[in-house]
């Protein structure tokens, strides 16, 4: 085992760091290539001279070897993997992802796309870095990241215009308001009036944010959490129904079977019988 550890040759070099950053960051050049994800904040990334805003969701590289500094920062949360460009090309092209899903334009120098993921993939960035960043063994860190990257890639969005941080963290609000409220009976006017943007305006940030509108989001956490209340309790499913924002057990019933495609009834036998 030694022997191969000796023979490997990482993807994932040098550190991963994660970082909130309150004030400019100097100038400096990269010595290795970089993955940015941004899960926070806002800043003016200046590569080589050339600057842009970035904001949470926004994902890119920098080359090996460029120049770079961030000015304008107001509480910039991201985080930076560190990787072997040819190692990366080599083992993508093993999985045969080298081509799609978004990652030959990520990697890609002469391409002027910029790019973003949606809410739901940032969170899922946010936790699995520190699952990555705690692991020894280099082959599993490899394979962790790989698999970021991938899903990363699979859920890139081209950005068509200048993004307005605010409007980007005043629906991430909303988000988290859901999350903590789906129990109650919210509404779109509900939601549309805490962002305090029309129902239309709303609508639009919000699928441009989660790839949803805000009530398929928010059918999506109900479902989650009783799915999870079918499995971990006794409760009945009509007050599971009810426990999860759903007054209408019929209603309840018919949403789950879309989303599981199987009854709650018969999705509680299954994994209990598991």
């Known amino acids: 085992m030694k022997e191969v550890d000796a023979l490997y ?11 909130v950053r309150h004030r400019d960051f100097p100038l400096h050049k990269h010595y290795e ?10 800043a003016t990334d200046i590569v080589e001279g050339k600057g842009r805003t970035v904001i949470s969701g926004d994902v890119y590289v920098h080359k090996k070897g460029v120049t770079h500094r961030q000015k304008d920062v107001k509480d910039f949360y991201c985080c930076v993997f560190q990787f072997d460009r040819c190692e990366l090309v080599k083992r993508s092209r093993e999985m045969g992802i080298i081509d799609k899903d ?55 969005n081209v950005k068509t215009g200048e ?28 939601l549309a009036s805490l962002s305090h943007y029309s129902r239309r305006h709303f609508t639009r940030l919000f699928r441009e944010v989660c790839g949803v509108s805000p009530m398929e989001y928010l059918n999506k956490i109900r479902i989650k959490n009783a799915s999870d209340l079918l499995v971990k309790s006794d409760m009945s499913i009509k007050q599971i129904s009810r426990l999860c924002g759903f007054e209408d057990n019929n209603l309840f019933s018919r949403r789950f079977k879309e989303a599981y495609k199987i009854s709650p009834s018969d999705y509680r036998r299954s994994c209990k019988a598991k």
């Open 9 to 19: 040759k990482s993807v994932l070099i040098g550190g991963i760091n994660k970082a």
């Open 33 to 42: 290539d970089e993955l940015y994800v941004c899960f926070g904040g806002s």
């Open 102 to 156: 978004g990652l030959a334009s990520l990697l890609d120098d002469e391409n002027t796309d910029e790019f973003f993921v949606d809410t739901n993939t940032v969170r899922y960035a946010e936790v699995i870095s520190d699952v990555i960043k705690s692991e020894q063994d280099p082959v599993v860190r490899d394979i962790m990241f790989m698999n970021l990257l991938f899903v990363i890639c699979s859920k890139l």
């Open 163 to 190: 993004r307005n941080p605010d409007a980007w963290e005043n629906v991430g609000e909303i988000v988290r308001y859901i999350e903590n409220n789906y129990d109650k009976p919210l509404t779109l006017e509900t």
